[in-house]
């Protein structure tokens, strides 16, 4: 049995005391936690923030609309010209030319292919113009809406809640794990050095094994950057009592005991 082997080696390991009272424990958030919790709340609440400021600004935007269309002039202009693709977007730049009193002015509008439809130089369009600036105008069916369109809300926010979600998924399992869990003593079995998807170059994958309360032998891994373990390295691991699949090597990251309760 592991217990028997450690008891047996000079690097067997004794049972850190904040663990071997009863159960539950007293959790709380370490400083990692912590931050980790107001990156979490940062993230709700700009993602919230950021949802209803579109909202808001399409709304606006909807209301000045309305407002412009109201009090706008309509008359005859015609398309005068049809520019080249421009840029990334492959815009078009279109022409139109209207007359307004004794003065004719000429308006721009940059359309993609697909928007530009069967604008054509010399073709007659529908124009709109505010008669206290008639040099603000713009093509029926083409009404400026700048600014971001509504359905962006929603994966603004989505994203958000659901980073927000897991980044509390994974505390809350560490405050289980610690409040409920079992601590047995366990060995280092190796180390392996991979590649880091989430942040780029490598870590360290350590991997151990442990002796259950009912005497499965159970295993686990976790990851660190630097100065893995050697293999053999006697380390305390916490495991949940109904899984001992869900294990940790202790001390967790996020969370920690806060004292030992008396055994009811």
Known sequence: MIATTLARRPDRIVLPPELSGGIPRDVRLTAAGVVLAVIATAIVLGGV?????????HQRLVARHEARTRDAVSIVGVVVGVGPDRGERRLRDVRYRYRVGNRTYVGRLLLSERRRGALRAGQSVGVLYMPASPDVSWVSGYEPMDGPPLFVAPFVLLPALVLAAMIVWTIRRQWRLLEEGRAAPGRVTGSKRVHNDGHGGHTNRVTYEFEALSGAKCGG??????????????????????DPRWNAPYPLQFVRTVQTRAIW
């Not at 923030?49 to 600004?57: E, L, N």
Request: a positive charge; aromatic letters at 6%.
């Open 49 to 57: 923030g950021a949802g209803t400021a579109i909202v808001i600004a």
């Open 221 to 242: 891994r976790y990851e660190v950057n630097r100065n893995p373990p050697p293999a053999g390295s006697a380390i305390t691991v916490v495991y949940h009592r109904d």
